[in-house]
């Protein structure tokens, strides 16, 4: 209810608020899974209903939740085996992604496995290879949902770092329930019973 926010490019923007007060909703209005009751979405001066909503959602670069990795290769894990994708842009995604040390540092770099569910690998590691994943065809909009739930504190730290760090290059939107990417971010907005308050 009376949402009005703006997400300016190449900045880090976190919605943030406890669980089951619309965040994921918000996402869901944003890459057009849902169509408001009242009010309009727009992408610059363009209302999302009139946008081609296959081709906006080939720009954006998603995070779920839940680190899904398939028990195979780095390599295979960022680019989902994508003829279209090199080593050079799994590369570059990984080195975005802040992974590029600790894998480059594995027996057989991108093509050592992570186990199954990504066993082989520590938490933040994982986190690294999901958003690597997601950068690797090179997004517009990067929308993370909940990046640093499941991670301890020195890891949700670098991944905060991370983001920031992408934010001069990217569109980034992310929520989460904590308020440590409150701290990183350009602009933050707290979201509670469906109403956002900008935090200064």
């Keep these: 209810d009376d949402v009005s926010i ?5 900045s880090l923007t976190t919605i943030i ?7 994921t909703t918000f996402i869901d209005l944003i890459i057009g899974l849902y169509e408001p009751d009242s009010g309009t979405v727009f992408l610059d001066d363009t209302p999302l209903s009139q946008v081609n909503l296959e081709q906006w959602r080939q720009q954006l670069g998603y995070v779920p939740q839940e ?3 398939l028990h195979d290769s780095i390599m295979i894990n960022v680019t989902f085996g994508d003829p ?3 080593r050079e842009d799994a590369e570059a995604a990984l080195r975005a992604a802040g992974a590029w040390d600790f894998v ?11 186990g199954e569910r990504g066993s082989k690998l520590s938490g933040g590691q994982r986190q690294r290879i999901m958003i690597a994943r997601a950068l690797a065809h ?3 909009v990067l929308i993370l949902d909940e990046p640093t739930s499941a991670l301890d504190p020195a890891s949700e730290q670098l991944i905060c770092n991370t983001l920031r760090a992408l934010g ?3 569109t980034i939107l992310a929520i989460s329930h904590q308020t440590a990417l409150a701290d990183v971010a350009d602009q933050t ?3 509670e019973s469906g109403r956002p308050r900008k935090l200064e």
């Design 138 to 140: 090179k997004p517009r």
């Design 6 to 10: 703006n997400i300016p490019a190449k």
């Design 67 to 69: 680190q899904i990795l």
């Design 104 to 114: 480059s540092a594995m027996p057989e770099g991108m093509d050592s496995s992570v």
């Design 168 to 170: 001069k290059d990217y």
């Design 84 to 86: 279209d994708l090199t």
């Design 17 to 23: 608020g406890p669980s089951g007060t619309g965040k």
């Design 189 to 191: 907005y707290h979201l």
